[in-house]
């Protein structure tokens, strides 16, 4: 089981860029790891996913403006946000999903707002 502390967000105006991190507590190399968020008043959704083996998926909003990577011997995971607009504020949950057990879990989450 792992522990997830999300760190990077912040204010930054429309058409700029922020990256966050997530670290772990532990091992991710059996996780799918992924980038979560949720507006006020809007349902949590998914922004990317990355396979243990480095695949990325993309929600159509983040596709072509978000990149997800990850270092499994850092224990780190990292959402690269180009191209910001405001309907991207939100907070943002870093994820893991066991491949081998219903385990699950979230960070505490990081604000991110876009604005002018």
């Known amino acids: 089981q792992v522990q997830l502390v999300e760190s990077g967000g912040g204010l930054v105006q429309p058409g700029g860029s922020l990256r966050l991190s997530c670290a772990a507590s532990g091992s991710i190399s059996m996780y799918v790891m992924g980038w979560f968020r949720q507006a006020p008043g809007k349902q949590r959704e998914l922004v990317a996913s990355?396979?243990?083996?480095?695949?990325?998926n993309y929600a159509d909003s983040a596709k072509g403006r978000f990149t997800i990577s990850r270092d499994n011997a850092k224990n780190t995971v990292s959402l690269q946000m180009d191209s910001l607009k405001p309907e991207d504020t939100a907070v943002y949950y870093c994820?893991?999903?066991?491949?081998?057990?219903?385990?699950?879990?979230w960070g505490q989450g990081t604000q991110v707002t876009v604005s002018s």
């Open positions: 990355i396979t243990s083996g480095g695949f990325p």
């Open positions: 994820y893991a999903r066991s491949l081998y057990d219903s385990y699950q879990n």
